[in-house]
């Protein structure tokens, strides 16, 4: 068979793995998410994910910010411009450390 024959074949796309949830509603929850999923004219099952998803991505994203008073602010920018200078403990350790490591 010539080359100019041959079709070149599709790859396919690998499938990413589906993992399964399932959680027990009562009557009122499953009243009430089935509402507002008609209102955005989703699945209930999408509608909940895309909650979920939503809900996990907000949570972790203000666990990860720092949020100071103005006084806490003041404090840490001090601590950073003007660093305590190290004490006997952490003085005898670098010693330590440098005798036992070398330079």
Do not use: C, W
């Given at each position: 068979?010539?080359?100019?024959?041959?079709?070149?074949?599709?790859?396919?796309?690998?499938?990413?793995?589906?993992?399964?949830?399932?959680?027990?509603?009562?009557?009122e929850?499953?009243?009430?998410?089935?509402?507002?999923?008609?209102?955005q004219?989703?699945?209930?099952?999408?509608?909940?994910?895309?909650?979920?998803?939503?809900?996990?991505?907000?949570?972790?994203?203000?666990?990860?910010?720092?949020?100071?008073?103005?006084?806490?602010?003041?404090?840490?920018?001090?601590?950073?411009?003007?660093?305590?200078?190290?004490?006997?403990?952490?003085?005898?350790?670098?010693?330590?450390?440098?005798?036992?490591?070398?330079?």
């Amino acid at each position: 068979m010539s080359q100019a024959t041959m079709k070149p074949r599709k790859q396919k796309a690998p499938k990413s793995k589906a993992y399964r949830f399932d959680a027990r509603l009562n009557e009122e929850q499953k009243v009430l998410i089935q509402k507002a999923a008609d209102l955005q004219g989703r699945t209930m099952t999408d509608f909940v994910l895309h909650s979920a998803e939503t809900a996990a991505e907000r949570t972790i994203e203000e666990r990860a910010m720092l949020i100071l008073s103005a006084r806490e602010t003041e404090a840490f920018v001090d601590a950073i411009l003007h660093p305590a200078q190290p004490g006997p403990v952490l003085r005898a350790a670098a010693r330590h450390y440098k005798n036992t490591i070398g330079r």
